[in-house]
């Protein structure tokens, strides 16, 4: 689902059908764009990861920022990592990087992409 700046989304019924989407998945996560489209500047993703998922090692955007909204992650980067849990943001190092679930996980990740 794409949002647009006139669209709502109630965060707590997000989170439940994610985690159970994730639940229902092998890799044991999901995600929903909630703003931004394809060549948007500005992307807001809500994801879920169960415990022990992990988004594995990949490159960073050119800024973003990882939103904790309940569970627990570590975010890895170049030999160093950081313990998030709800409540927390982080901006992403714009370095190779990954995200472990500590628990089941539900955060949202803010994107600016250069155009």
């Known amino acids: 689902m794409t949002g647009s700046p006139l669209t709502h989304t ?19 996560r999901a995600a929903e764009t909630l703003y931004g489209g394809r060549d948007a500047v500005l992307r807001q993703t809500a994801m879920a990861l169960l415990d022990e998922a992990e988004l594995p090692e990949h490159d960073s955007p050119p800024e ?20 998030l849990s709800a409540g927390d943001i982080m901006p992403i190092p714009p370095e190779r990087h990954s995200v472990l679930a500590r628990e089941d996980s539900f955060f949202l990740l803010t994107v600016r992409r250069s155009v």
Do not use: C, P
Not at 12 to 20: C, F, M, N, P, Q
Not at 64 to 83: D, M
């Open 10 to 28: 109630n965060l707590t019924e997000l989170e439940e059908r994610l985690l159970d989407k994730a639940r229902e998945s092998s890799s044991r």
């Open 64 to 83: 973003a920022t990882l939103q904790v909204l309940s569970g627990h992650l570590r975010l890895t980067g170049q030999g160093r990592s950081w313990e």
